[in-house]
């Protein structure tokens, strides 16, 4: 009998030691977490609104009527799994690719031709524009006018404006552009009510806008100065339009690019 319970002790004492041991439900995959951001007391904020399909979490910022991711895009993959080439792979601009300038992808993403952005879909001006596109489950692609609803909506809001000299804006996106832009990664330049200046005024909404800088071709350009942004819409012959937010300008601007360039892209919740 005592053979028989002491084989019984050290049954159990091993099954116990090969047992795994289970994360508790609100343990966080350092690898995939989202970076660490210091919102404004301002910023509407859904902290971990979404995780792509490689396990990247996002938080997410409602700003009017609109909830958008507060990061840019870093998935490899689409949501149905299919993987997005890496540059380096794919050697052909005219096919869906990502690359990077900035090696901090946890921070500022991965950059995206136009293709990769909207996996076989068409062009779309729509609100919403329809184009899941590169985006998780749930989110989509926005559209130019999303675009312009997001810029519209800051642009009524008085102490979103900056205004030069005491003096109003005028125009769509005039002056705004502080209040989407990140308070870091800006380089420094002297001018009154541009992103690369008086930082602290910087990211009210909490949007949070980096400067990923975008690649044409064989260039890399905009590091540090300028962020990038794809919407779901062609406007031009064989250029698709993006927005853009100059470490030197007030105002967010948009402008027609080439799509074999690669840009940032940010998600907005169905």
Partial sequence: MKKLALFLCMSVVLMMACQKEEPTPNE????????????????????DAVT???????????????????????????????AIPDINESHDTDKPYRDV????????????????????ASSSNANPSGVQGICPNGWHVPSQAEWVELILYCSDQSEYVCNIHNGSASG?????????????????ISGECVVGNNFEANNVTGFSALPAGNKYLDSYIGEDRIAY???????????????E????????????IDKVTASSIRCVKN
Avoid at 39 to 45: D, L
Avoid at 101 to 119: D, F, R
Avoid at 229 to 243: E, H, I, L
Wanted: hydrophobic share 40%.
């Fill in 28 to 47: 966080v995959d350092e690898t995939h977490a989202a970076p660490a951001q210091n919102y404004p007391s301002t910023a509407e904020v859904i902290y």
């Fill in 52 to 82: 792509d399909i490689d396990g990247n979490h996002y938080d997410a910022v409602k700003i009017g009527n609109q909830i958008w991711m507060a990061s840019n895009l870093r998935t490899t993959r689409y949501a149905d799994g299919e």
């Fill in 101 to 120: 300038i900035n090696t901090n992808i946890k921070t500022y993403g991965y950059l995206y031709n136009w293709p990769a952005v909207m996996h076989k």
């Fill in 172 to 188: 769509i996106g005039e002056n705004i552009a502080k209040v989407l832009a990140d308070d870091n990664g800006w380089e420094w």
């Fill in 229 to 243: 942004f794809w919407s779901a819409t062609v406007d031009c012959p064989k250029q698709s339009v993006c927005f």
């Fill in 245 to 256: 937010i100059w470490n030197s300008f007030p105002k967010v601007a948009d402008a027609c």
